[in-house]
């Protein structure tokens, strides 16, 4: 392995390399490859008539370690400079590459709006909608081609997708719908753990908070979704300052400890607590959220007052542009946020937290602050998850969501809106895409998440886009500078 | 004689059982420079950060602007504006030039007035920070931080100015070049400044007021040039300290 480390770092520098190195290299690579993969790939247990057998799996092997040899090759081939006529050749193929990727860069903006036109143009998805909805993608591209910004694209795509050709109720409601779950709350996590610099494992907790307290209020009281969803947010923030409050003092490590601690401690009070959250068995028959009053049910509902045809499926896109629009607010609320001494206060003690105390910043009321509006997003978002779901369960909120999220927030680069969002679609949009592949998909995803780190360590969108500048606003790279440490 | 802006009566600091300062008396006028200077681990630092009120001062009396600041929380002090510019420099290192100003300006209630005025003031104090301000607090030079560190106190429009070693780390050309800064604020706005430094010739040299501090206690205090005379400060201080 020692060797394999080596010789990554030699991969990194930028001294030109033989090709018998480059070939010996990804020979070693093979090797190691060779050895990890005997205990794990040679064989397979199969049910045979009385007992399990085993299966050896050469070919397997074979073509793990052949991967791992031709893909060592290319990294040593495409990334330092090679010597020799080999190496010029692959010098050439590799600048004329970047050439066409800059080319279309300034492009890409414009031809992916292009190709959505083209997709909105090619018909209506499994609802037939009048020709107007197209004007959902159609506006936001209009905008984002005006303002050079593809967050509208990303807009357009997220107002259209309901509509879109080929969108089924199986892919608003488990790729849609929960991806925007996990953006919601990758963006509720990031004012704490990107902007505030406050690691925070037991995130599910105001998740769990959110979605009990919409629960049991709907279900006491019969209270609507929209007046619980505020109280859930407020209940959530409660207990945001409740964690807040004993971790003042705590950084880094020991903080990630404490409210690793608190996740788990919320989750085993849900489950034992049986007369109020009915423990294991969690809490069914949650109530729906109405359109203003319209329930989405067949007689007398949403579809009878606009004399549409009952659809199950109405019900679903109205749930998707519920955590949409929270979300949303989500977004603007923290891109806001930002921009006030609140916001900076919190960028501010994430660099330097010595600093921010010589220039008069209350630490106690920015961490709290920190902690209570991000709990009060993910609070939002566990009450959307308890009215979606109708059931909720202690099983929902365990350690793993808090680690997902926190994943989302990472790869997609710390404090980045736009990051996280991608992050999110692609950790949990990809792995619903490969559910086909079963068990295999958790491979897939932690590939991508080594891929991240490799080759961009600080997350997806790593610059970070100042508050102020007299000029113009710029990206300044994150490669440039070194982390603070306070 | 006027009351002085700061006084320290007394003043004893603990880290756990070690005690840092050992009843320490000065006193800081308003529109003067004073200077502590001293020794590696003299109490110099922990005697900044006590003004500041993290450590706490454990026994003895801090006054600031006739006002008793020993209890009070560190933001409230520093509200009181007092700007501090800690020790090696901390700013802010993924936020831009501007942004560590902005972060500087909090501590000024009129901030919105003033801020435009108060950004001129800055880059006309240090020109290389206009040509950096979109530029990351973290790519300056070492100099150029201490500059923005400096500048960054100086937006909050301090009544007085903590600078904590801003000459630590830098080329003599810098050094002279900052102390430079801090004469002509002094000189033009009378500013006080209470300076804490190694580099004892430099800041004698600037002080109307030195102490100097052995082992949590303030030994000898006179003016700048007496100091700079006496024959066992030059024995103890500058031995080859003179760039």
Redesign the interface.
């Known amino acids: 392995m020692a060797k394999a480390a080596t010789a990554t770092m030699q991969a990194g520098d930028s001294e030109p390399t033989s090709l018998g190195a480059a070939l010996a290299d990804a020979a070693t690579a093979a090797v190691i490859a060779l050895l990890l993969a005997m205990p794990i790939l040679a064989y397979r247990s199969v049910e045979q008539a009385v007992s399990l057998g085993m299966e050896a799996r050469w070919g397997a092997i074979a073509i793990g370690v052949a991967a791992v040899f031709a893909g060592r090759l290319a990294i040593n081939l495409l990334g330092p400079r090679l010597s020799g006529p080999v190496g010029e050749l692959f010098a050439a193929l590799k600048s004329a590459i970047v050439r066409v990727f800059h080319a279309i860069g300034g492009w890409r903006t414009v031809l992916g709006m292009l190709l959505m036109l083209a997709m909105a143009a090619s018909g209506a998805g499994k609802l037939s909608t009048p020709r107007w909805f197209d004007l959902l993608l159609i506006v936001p591209l209009a905008i984002g081609v005006w303002r050079r910004s593809p967050a509208w694209l990303f807009l357009g795509l997220a107002l259209f997708f309901p509509f879109a050709p080929g969108a089924s109720r199986y892919w608003i409601e488990n790729f849609g719908i929960l991806v925007l779950i996990y953006v919601m709350l990758g963006w509720g996590l990031n004012v704490v753990v990107g902007l505030a610099g406050l690691l925070d494992l037991g995130y599910v907790a105001f998740y769990a908070v959110g979605a009990y307290s919409y629960a049991l209020l709907a279900q006491t009281f019969g209270l609507s979704f929209w007046i619980c969803l505020p109280l859930a947010g407020i209940l959530a923030a409660l207990w945001g300052v409740l964690l807040g409050f004993p971790v003042l003092r705590l950084r880094g490590d020991y903080l990630a400890i404490v409210t690793l601690a608190f996740g788990e401690i919320i989750r085993v009070v849900l489950i034992n607590w049986q007369s109020l959250t009915g423990g294991p068995n969690g809490i069914s028959g949650i109530p729906r959220p109405t359109l203003f009053g319209l329930e989405f049910k067949a007689d007398g509902g949403f579809a009878d007052y606009f004399g549409l045809e009952h659809t199950s499926l109405h019900r679903i896109i109205f749930l998707y542009y519920i955590i949409l629009v929270l979300a949303l607010v989500t977004n603007w609320v923290t891109v806001r946020l930002r921009r006030l ?1 609140v916001g ?2 919190w ?2 003690m ?3 937290e ?2 921010c ?7 106690t009321n920015t961490k709290l602050t920190a902690f209570s509006i991000g709990a009060m997003f993910g609070g939002f978002a566990g009450a959307f998850f308890a009215t979606k779901q109708g059931f909720i369960s202690p099983e929902s909120f365990t350690f793993w969501e808090s680690a997902i999220i926190l994943a989302i927030v990472v790869l997609g680069g710390m404090g980045s809106q736009v990051g996280v969002a991608v992050a999110a679609l692609v950790m949990i949009g990809g792995t619903e895409l490969f559910r086909e592949l079963e068990i295999y998909r958790m491979l897939v995803f932690g590939v991508a998440m080594v891929a991240v780190m490799v080759w961009r360590p600080r997350g997806v969108v790593s610059g ?1 886009v ?7 606003t ?1 990206r ?1 790279g ?1 490669d ?5 440490h ?1 | 004689m006027t009351r002085p802006l700061l006084s320290l009566r007394g003043v004893e600091t603990f880290y756990g059982k070690v005690q840092a300062l050992r009843g320490v008396d000065l006193d800081v006028r308003a529109g003067e420079i004073a200077t502590i200077i001293g020794a590696n681990g003299a109490g110099k630092t922990t005697l900044m950060m006590t003004i ?1 009120g ?1 450590p706490r001062a454990r026994h003895g009396q801090i006054e600031f602007d006739g006002q008793d600041i020993t209890r009070l ?3 409230r002090i ?2 009181l504006r007092i ?4 020790e090696g420099r ?7 030039v ?2 560590n100003l ?3 300006a ?2 000024n209630p009129e901030r919105d007035q003033t801020f435009d005025s108060d950004l001129k003031r800055a880059f006309e104090l240090f020109p290389i920070l206009e040509r950096r ?4 607090g ?2 300056l030079s070492g100099g150029e931080q201490q500059m923005l560190a400096i500048a ?2 100086l937006m ?1 429009r301090p009544k007085l100015l903590l600078l904590d070693e801003p000459s630590l780390g830098l080329a003599p050309l810098i050094v002279r070049q900052i102390f430079e800064v801090i004469r002509e604020l002094n000189a033009r706005e009378g500013l006080t400044v209470f300076l804490v430094e190694q580099n004892a010739y430099h800041a004698l040299r600037l002080a109307h007021r030195g102490y100097v501090m052995v082992n949590g206690k303030i030994t000898l205090s006179g003016t700048g040039a007496e100091l700079l005379a006496r024959e066992e400060i030059r024995a103890a201080y500058l031995e080859g300290g003179r760039h």
């Open positions: 001494p900076r206060a960028e501010a994430r660099e330097d010595i600093a105390r010589s220039l008069g910043i209350n630490i970070r100042p508050t102020i500048a007299l000029k113009e710029r300044i994150g440039l500078v070194k982390e603070g306070g | 500041c993290t929380a560190t933001h520093m509200h700007a501090h510019s800690p901390r700013i802010f290192p993924r936020m831009t501007l942004e902005q972060m500087g909090l501590l301000q979109g530029q990351r973290g790519t960054r106190a909050g």
